[in-house]
């Protein structure tokens, strides 16, 4: 998955910083629960995903809503209170409305992270289906310099299927050690067996072959619907 990340999302990490989880839901969650506080604030995508939304408000502490435009979130609302802990984002594909992130806006985020010390959830839940050749790709918010800050999350139920329940999330180094706790009281680990064949997929280059098959063919589609 370290190689895999590298080659396909531009981020680089160690494996150590990779938390296995079941799904991008359970990354919320822990992000949610290591992360936030009832007396502290966070910022959110505003319409956003709204079980992300709930990880977070369950916690007790306060949402911040930002809007979201044409070219996703605007973060030049992002917020200056003292008490917010990070904000969550979908760069690569807001969600709901679909808008890619501008490289302008990425490092304008990363600067107000660094600046009020705040964490960035990266919820990366389909960024390998950009479509154009790889120039045109935008990298992963967690590939740019800066972005010491960013806690990148990852699933496999859009590229192969949700019924795995397998995903990610990759933290800064200085989160590994209780992102790793959080994960152990949860329920431990995921299935060995499914973690083992989907590390053989992806070793033998079976996952990025894939992918390019589909990206094809979504491209495809996706034309289809435009010119109908």
């Known amino acids: 998955l370290q190689g895999y990340l590298g080659r396909a999302r531009g981020l680089v990490c160690d494996a150590a910083q990779i938390i296995i989880v079941h799904g991008s839901q359970q990354a919320i ?15 959110f995508e505003d319409p956003g995903y709204l079980m992300a939304r709930r ?16 070219l996703g979130l605007d973060t030049t609302q992002l917020p200056e209170d003292r008490s917010v802990r ?12 679909g808008a890619m992130l501008p490289i302008g806006r990425r490092q304008a985020l990363l600067r107000w992270a660094a600046r009020r010390q705040a964490w ?10 950009q479509y154009g050749t790889a120039a045109q790709r935008v990298p992963a918010l967690c590939s740019l310099p800066g972005s010491e800050r960013v806690l990148y999350v990852g699933t496999f139920s859009k590229t192969l299927h ?9 933290v800064p180094p200085a989160l590994v050690e209780a992102f790793a706790m ?26 990025l072959r894939h992918l390019r098959r589909m990206r094809e063919l979504y491209l495809h589609r996706q034309q289809w619907l435009i010119d109908t």
């Open 120 to 129: 960035i959830i990266e919820d990366d839940y389909d960024g390998e289906f």
């Open 86 to 97: 990070l904000v969550y984002t979908t760069p690569s594909h807001q969600f709901p409305l």
């Open 162 to 170: 949700p019924g795995l329940r397998l995903g990610f999330v990759v």
């Open 29 to 43: 969650d822990l992000c949610a629960r290591v992360l936030l506080d009832p007396d502290d604030a966070f910022a």
């Open 182 to 207: 959080a994960r152990a009281i949860t329920d431990r680990h995921a299935p060995g067996d499914t973690q083992a064949v989907l590390a053989r997929f992806i070793a033998e280059g079976h996952l």
């Open 55 to 70: 990880c977070f408000e369950a916690t007790g502490a306060r949402l911040l809503p930002v809007p979201v435009d044409d």
